[in-house]
């Protein structure tokens, strides 16, 4: 397939607007993208937090602080500062920093050695944005292994068909070699990698090499998958990886909702996909340290995160709704008044299948990029650091991104 032109990533003026199925009820005006805390559950045990305060004392004990550079030995202070700080019932300072319930279960699966490397990243992923920090790499890449959907989610740009169509220019599956040039830029700089963005990740029949190829190479590898592909093969690749989370994209506890959110989707099917998943965990993967998560989009009052948990309890040890933006339209939203920088700028870099870098995955179409990771000179770190790329970064802190399209129509902050 050709690559996607920079004359096939602009939306078509004047296209219908997609109409916004009933089910949709959620009037975002201005949110974070992520999760409310009234909106997860952690299933499993999680640590508290006397657990993480006493595991970085002991590893700065044991000389760990030594084996880090200035700047993230800082944020080691600060971050120790911060849980004294709250066991004192000190109001916070704006630097402070402790692990959420999801980031705490998730701390508890990571080995003792690893305890600074997961609290460094952790606070540059959720502070940085907050601080408007950066470095030389952004907190996390998000790795398209294909733009390719086998579902039409209601809330989904798969359902704008001049997207999704295959005649679009916007198809397609990374090759094995694309994924390895941007690994190997990346590996040893980077803490999270997820693998997904528009696409179905398990469509690319490359993916368990893929996954496979970043062992041992990142501390918080992620993919997200809707679970329709998810055979006895695929179970074990996932299982015996060093992934740190799998996410399980379920938005209801109940058949005839979830099919007519997940469009394609078989709920009979899915719960056979996972109860063979948590059978191959729990008999051939005992000490496995995955965290397994179940997200859904919270799109109206009838999705309740109470029976969300009781339905799917038994098959994660997270389950939660993920605030819903207006994806499945973006080029036809309505402009609005938001003016706060959009956290992304600061927090993660998107590598479509083609190599093409876009800033977010609100922007499916591209319209935001310059950059092409395939493009002599243009590394992840090039791209990053940019004139261009900071540019957007200005706009957005000058209260100026209602002159993006389409920023200027997005809700996300």
């Given at each position: 397939?050709?690559?996607q032109g920079?004359?096939?990533a602009?939306?078509?003026?004047g296209?219908?607007p997609?109409?916004?199925?009933?089910?949709?009820?959620?009037?975002?005006?201005?949110?974070?993208k992520?999760?409310?805390?009234?909106?997860?559950?952690?299933i499993?045990?999680?640590?508290?937090?006397?657990?993480?305060?006493?595991?970085?004392?002991?590893?700065?004990?044991?000389?760990?602080?030594?084996?880090?550079?200035?700047?993230?030995?800082?944020?080691?202070?600060?971050?120790?500062?911060?849980?004294?700080?709250?066991?004192?019932?000190?109001?916070?300072e704006?630097?402070?920093?402790?692990?959420?319930?999801?980031?705490?279960?998730?701390?508890?699966?990571?080995?003792?050695?690893?305890?600074?490397?997961?609290l460094?990243?952790r606070?540059?992923?959720?502070?940085?944005?907050?601080?408007?920090?950066?470095?030389?790499?952004?907190?996390?890449?998000?790795?398209?292994?294909?733009?390719i959907?086998n579902?039409?989610?209601?809330?989904?740009?798969?359902?704008?068909?001049t997207?999704?169509?295959?005649?679009?220019?916007?198809?397609g599956?990374m090759?094995?070699?694309?994924?390895?040039?941007v690994?190997?830029?990346i590996?040893?700089?980077v803490?999270?990698?997820?693998l997904?963005?528009?696409?179905?990740?398990?469509?690319?029949?490359?993916?368990?090499?893929?996954?496979?190829?970043?062992?041992?190479?990142?501390?918080?590898?992620?993919?997200?998958?809707?679970?329709?592909?998810?055979?006895?093969?695929?179970?074990?690749?996932?299982l015996?990886?060093?992934?740190?989370?799998?996410v399980?994209?379920?938005?209801?506890?109940?058949?005839?909702?979830?099919?007519?959110?997940r469009?394609?989707?078989?709920?009979?099917?899915?719960?056979a996909?996972?109860e063979?998943?948590?059978?191959?965990?729990?008999?051939?993967?005992?000490?496995?340290?995955?965290?397994?998560?179940?997200?859904g989009?919270?799109?109206?009052?009838?999705?309740?995160?109470?029976?969300m948990?009781?339905?799917?309890?038994?098959?994660?040890?997270?389950?939660?709704?993920?605030?819903?933006t207006?994806?499945q339209?973006?080029?036809?939203?309505s402009?609005?008044?938001?003016?706060?920088?959009c956290?992304?700028?600061?927090?993660?870099?998107?590598?479509w299948?083609?190599?093409?870098?876009?800033?977010?995955?609100f922007?499916?179409?591209?319209?935001?990029?310059?950059?092409?990771?395939?493009?002599?000179?243009?590394?992840?770190?090039?791209?990053?650091?940019?004139?261009?790329y900071?540019?957007?970064?200005?706009?957005?802190?000058?209260?100026?991104?209602g002159?993006?399209?389409?920023c200027?129509?997005?809700?996300?902050?």
């Open positions: 397939m050709a690559k920079k004359e096939m602009t939306p078509r003026r296209s219908r997609t109409p916004q199925s009933e089910l949709i009820t959620e009037n975002p005006t201005g949110r974070e992520g999760f409310k805390a009234e909106n997860i559950r952690v499993a045990p999680t640590a508290e937090d006397a657990e993480v305060a006493k595991r970085l004392a002991d590893r700065l004990a044991a000389g760990d602080g030594h084996r880090i550079n200035p700047s993230d030995r800082t944020l080691v202070a600060t971050i120790q500062a911060s849980y004294e700080r709250k066991r004192a019932g000190v109001s916070p704006v630097e402070d920093f402790t692990l959420s319930d999801h980031e705490r279960r998730e701390f508890r699966a990571v080995q003792p050695t690893d305890t600074l490397r997961y460094i990243y606070y540059k992923y959720q502070k940085y944005p907050e601080l408007k920090v950066i470095e030389q790499h952004p907190p996390c890449v998000q790795i398209e292994p294909t733009s959907c579902f039409r989610c209601i809330m989904c740009y798969q359902i704008d068909e997207f999704s169509h295959k005649s679009s220019g916007f198809m599956h090759s094995l070699d694309l994924f390895k040039k690994i190997d830029q590996a040893g700089s803490e999270a990698v997820t997904a963005s528009r696409g179905e990740p398990l469509l690319n029949l490359e993916i368990l090499e893929m996954i496979a190829y970043c062992r041992g190479k990142f501390l918080a590898l992620k993919v997200n998958t809707n679970a329709a592909l998810l055979n006895e093969r695929m179970a074990h690749g996932l015996s990886s060093d992934m740190q989370t799998l399980f994209s379920i938005d209801s506890a109940d058949k005839e909702q979830y099919e007519r959110i469009v394609n989707g078989n709920f009979e099917k899915i719960l996909n996972l063979l998943f948590q059978k191959l965990r729990e008999t051939q993967y005992p000490h496995s340290q995955l965290v397994v998560r179940i997200s989009v919270k799109l109206n009052e009838h999705q309740e995160i109470d029976r948990s009781n339905q799917w309890k038994r098959f994660a040890d997270v389950v939660a709704f993920t605030n819903y207006p994806w339209d973006s080029y036809n939203n402009v609005n008044d938001v003016t706060t920088p956290t992304e700028l600061w927090r993660r870099m998107f590598v299948w083609d190599g093409t870098v876009n800033p977010c995955d922007d499916y179409k591209s319209v935001l990029s310059h950059w092409n990771i395939t493009e002599s000179g243009q590394t992840v770190q090039d791209i990053w650091t940019s004139e261009q900071d540019d957007l970064r200005k706009r957005h802190l000058s209260g100026n991104r002159s993006l399209d389409p200027r129509r997005c809700v996300m902050m």
